[in-house]
């Protein structure tokens, strides 16, 4: 499921469902105070970040691609 899945559909999925959370600690959960706000915004930024820093671009060659390439012929 995850091999299709591209990085800005992740962070966004992950953006609804710190959204999601939020509402409902906001709707049935305590007071909310500028503490939980810093914590929730912390809590749904840092994640994608970290997310589109390490995730990993086009594969490289493998040395079995370079010595044969079937492109070429």
């Not at 953006?15 to 049935?28: E, K, L, R």
Request: no cysteine; proline share 5%.
């Amino acid at each position: 499921m995850l091999k299709n899945m591209t990085r800005g559909r992740l962070a966004a999925v992950w953006f609804v469902t710190v959204a999601i959370v939020a509402a409902a600690a906001v709707a049935f959960g305590p007071a909310f105070t500028f503490g939980t706000g810093m914590f929730l915004m912390a809590a749904s930024l840092v994640p994608p970040v970290v997310m589109l820093s390490l995730w990993r671009g086009v594969q490289p060659a493998t040395i079995a691609e370079v010595l044969h390439d079937a492109e070429s012929r």
